[in-house]
């Protein structure tokens, strides 16, 4: 089947026409690297349909212009110059920082699990807005002598991006992770049994239904 009817038939995303069949391809790829990371076939797809499922759109321009892919909510918006399969398992974390978090857009206001990463390792997320674009990031962890993610650009940002590069190397290389950050690869193996050990009862708004009540 294209990928293009496997995201909008069996997984129910939305997907807009402009988003090209190559990078149909891409996100199904990506959703099944990141299914074979969390052990169970269709998971991904499942728990996120649980939430409302997911929209890819293509950027609007001026987002084209600073050159970024990004994440609003359930939203991916897609740069329609390129597309690699790492970015998209990225995106996806930010995804899951907004329905994971106390608020929509955690991965621009906080509250999510990448504010629960930092915790962990130590560091407070509140002084830093918005979480993935803070200057002093880095520092506050070399200062602090608490092990800094393995890439550059989870390194720098801001939690937001910390917690999609972990993600991301979590899922593509873990051995990596392992060895250049083995806290954060602890925490994420910690994070995925506690949310998607069992999909039939995963619920992807849990913390926010909790927070509201
Ligand atoms: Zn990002």
């Known amino acids: 089947m294209k990928s293009r009817l496997i995201i909008v038939n069996s997984m129910q995303w939305d997907v807009s026409a402009q988003i090209i069949d190559s990078y149909c391809d ?8 990141i299914d074979t990371w969390l052990g169970v076939p269709g998971c991904l797809e499942g728990s996120v349909k649980k939430s409302g499922g997911i929209r890819i759109v293509s950027s609007p321009w001026i987002w084209q212009k600073l050159g970024f892919h990004h994440v609003e909510y ?3 918006f897609l740069d329609p110059r390129n597309l690699a399969m790492d970015t998209v398992v990225h995106e996806f974390a930010h995804i899951f920082d907004n329905l994971l978090g106390s608020h929509i857009l955690a991965a621009i206001f906080g ?4 504010d629960d990463m930092i915790r962990y390792l130590g560091i407070e997320p509140d002084q830093f ?3 993935f674009h803070s200057p002093g990031y880095e520092r506050s962890f070399q200062e602090n002598h608490i092990e800094l993610n393995p890439t550059v650009y989870g390194r720098t940002y801001g939690p937001a991006e910390d917690f999609a590069e972990t993600f991301k190397l ?4 873990p051995e990596r992770l392992f060895l250049a950050a083995p806290r954060r690869y602890k925490w994420i193996q910690n994070w995925k049994n506690e949310h998607f050990f069992n999909p039939d009862s995963l619920t992807l708004t849990g913390r926010k239904s909790a927070d509201n009540d």
């Open 129 to 131: 807005f918005p979480r």
């Open 74 to 76: 359930n939203t991916i």
């Open 26 to 33: 891409t996100l199904v790829q990506a959703v099944s690297q």
């Open 170 to 173: 979590a899922v593509l290389d």
């Open 111 to 114: 509250g999510g699990p990448s």
